[in-house]
């Protein structure tokens, strides 16, 4: 089935990988920033309605979570409202919505992987707006919205995994928390998932999109040096209450996949998802 996609947020990381992974099988129409300020209720307005998709996704984002506690009105604006207008353009000419959130929507305390009918306990700005966000992703009658966590990989690595791998690679000593759990997200994987979704219409609604399985940061940090060959690597083992962070983060966010997994969509374990990330970089490396 091939399908119209409008991609809003294509600059970004997952929006990148979004746009290069989709064009191949699908028609798709890709607004970066430059291109489409999602703040402007006027100018999504008229985006939608003159491109007409089938599917719209949006991969805009304010993920600076610290920052969010500054410029609180800036991170609302575009986890919010924007998905707000978004939802409300879909509605109006029948097209599919689908929107990203966070695992920051959990407060972290808790010993197992939470689900989607888990209640949700934000805490700090970032997380109250993605929330916000995807309460206003249901004004779209047909709306998928999809939790990630720890995205990383694509043309555009800027994560929290590719800033560790970059420093192991480099020889720096890297610090990583040894008591925050996560269920890591590989762009690849999570474009798979999404493409999944929408083309084999499953029950529209909210879903855990990350891969299968868990880990701590420091964990992560010691398997990517392993895979990088480059098990002596200088990592710091640290704790999250000795990093100073000004906004808290969930603890142990790791996120279940089994309602995706029931539709037929099995996202590959965060292990085999970091090792075809590292080969990419390696294919990358070597061609430049």
């Given at each position: ?63 600076d979570v610290d ?149 701590n940061w420091a ?70």
């Amino acid at each position: 089935m091939k399908l119209l996609v409008l991609v809003i947020g294509a600059g970004g990381q997952l929006g990148e990988a979004m746009t290069s992974q989709l064009e191949p099988r699908h028609e798709v129409v890709a607004l970066g920033r430059q291109e489409l300020d999602v703040t402007s209720a006027d100018a999504v307005n008229s985006a939608v309605a003159s491109v007409c998709p089938d599917v719209i996704v949006n991969c805009a984002a304010y993920t600076d979570v610290d920052g969010a506690e500054d410029h609180p009105l800036d991170a609302l604006d575009v986890n919010a409202w924007a998905v707000r207008t978004l939802a409300r353009a879909a509605a109006e000419i029948d097209a599919t919505l689908v929107h990203f959130s966070t695992d920051f929507v959990f407060d972290g305390a808790t010993d197992r992987p939470y689900n989607e009918h888990d209640p949700t306990n934000p805490r700090g700005t970032y997380a109250v707006t993605k929330l916000l966000g995807e309460w206003f992703a249901t004004d779209a009658p047909r709306h998928y919205v999809l939790r990630v966590e720890s995205l990383f990989g694509g043309p555009r690595a800027k994560s929290s995994v590719d800033r560790i791998l970059n420093g192991i690679l480099s020889g720096a000593e890297v610090r990583a928390f040894a008591d925050r759990t996560v269920s890591p997200s590989y762009v690849d994987d999570v474009v798979m998932a999404t493409s999944a979704l929408v083309t084999r219409r499953c029950p529209y609604g909210l879903y855990h999109c990350v891969n299968s399985g868990w880990t701590n940061w420091a964990e992560l940090a010691h398997e990517l040096a392993a895979m990088a060959g480059r098990p002596d690597a200088p990592i710091s083992e640290v704790a999250m209450a000795d990093a100073g962070l000004p906004t808290p983060r969930p603890q142990f966010a790791a996120l279940s996949n089994a309602k995706l997994e029931s539709m037929g969509i099995v996202l590959p374990a965060w292990q085999d998802a970091l090792g075809r990330y590292v080969t990419s970089r390696r294919e990358l490396d070597a061609s430049v």
